[in-house]
């Protein structure tokens, strides 16, 4: 018999429940259909027994995935053909594909690690050493807004730069350029996806952002009212 336990994959408000000895897959297909999403692999996702562990695994050609723990303090970059093991009580899946992004949380029953909450410090903002600036930091919540909104894991659409900026009262232009300094800040940092070709950089960069936000706990959702407060008239540069 396996000490190893059960893991149970939560989307959506449903839970599948992964006995030791088998395996399990999510994408378009699949144990878990998660979308009938074009830009979403047949296959993208597995969660299988190994080595006396629980392992999630990569198994698309082109899309990534944010996994962390449920505090946001460890995150990892699950690229095509790599796998992590699932080592928390709770690990959150964060992924985009195309102008979607979902989320899924695996729950473990004998996790092999417990994370510690962070200590929470007044002061700016920050993501890793990168300080961010209040517009800066309204732009990554106009942005993460839909997800932030749902009830649980599930999906939502990424808003497209127009309507982001409509949300904050600004012009396209001006959300862009924040949108440009958030990106290359994160860029320096190592974060993956804050770069890419002409024809898909600009809703890539919008889903990697989103992505890493919401997974690292930048944002939550108790700071959207932030968006609702009146703003300054100054228009930082950062």
């Given at each position: 018999m396996s000490g190893i336990g059960t893991v149970t994959v939560e989307f959506a408000g449903e839970y599948f429940t992964i006995e030791p000895g088998s395996r399990f897959t999510a994408g378009r297909e699949g144990d878990l259909a998660i979308d009938d999403n074009l830009f979403l692999h047949r296959s993208f996702l597995e969660i299988a027994e190994s080595g006396g562990l629980w392992w999630l695994s990569n198994i698309g050609s082109r899309l990534t995935a944010s996994v962390t723990d449920r505090t946001g303090g460890v995150q990892a970059w699950l690229s095509p053909g790599a796998r992590l093991p699932l080592v928390f009580d709770a690990t959150t899946v964060v992924f985009s594909a195309g102008p979607t992004t979902y989320?899924?949380?695996?729950?473990?029953?004998?996790?092999?690690?417990?994370?510690?909450?962070?200590?929470?410090?007044?002061?700016?903002?920050?993501?890793?050493?990168?300080?961010?600036?209040?517009?800066?930091?309204?732009?990554?919540?106009?942005?993460?807004?839909?997800?932030?909104?749902?009830?649980?894991?599930?999906?939502?659409?990424?808003?497209?730069?127009?309507?982001?900026?409509?949300?904050?009262?600004?012009?396209?232009?001006?959300?862009?350029?924040?949108?440009?300094?958030?990106?290359?800040?994160?860029?320096?940092?190592?974060?993956?996806?804050?770069?890419?070709?002409?024809?898909?950089?600009?809703?890539?960069?919008?889903?990697?952002?989103?992505?890493?936000t919401i997974a690292s706990r930048l944002v939550t959702r108790e700071d959207l009212a932030e968006l609702d407060r009146p703003q300054g008239t100054e228009d930082e540069d950062a």
């Open positions: 989320e899924l949380v695996v729950h473990s029953t004998q996790p092999a690690f417990r994370p510690t909450q962070r200590e929470s410090t007044d002061g700016d903002s920050t993501i890793g050493d990168v300080p961010l600036t209040a517009s800066q930091r309204l732009l990554i919540l106009a942005l993460a807004e839909p997800q932030l909104l749902r009830d649980g894991t599930g999906m939502s659409e990424i808003p497209t730069s127009a309507k982001a900026a409509a949300r904050l009262g600004w012009t396209v232009t001006r959300f862009n350029r924040k949108l440009d300094n958030v990106c290359d800040k994160l860029d320096r940092i190592g974060v993956p996806g804050m770069r890419g070709g002409q024809r898909s950089f600009a809703t890539n960069r919008r889903a990697r952002l989103v992505e890493y």
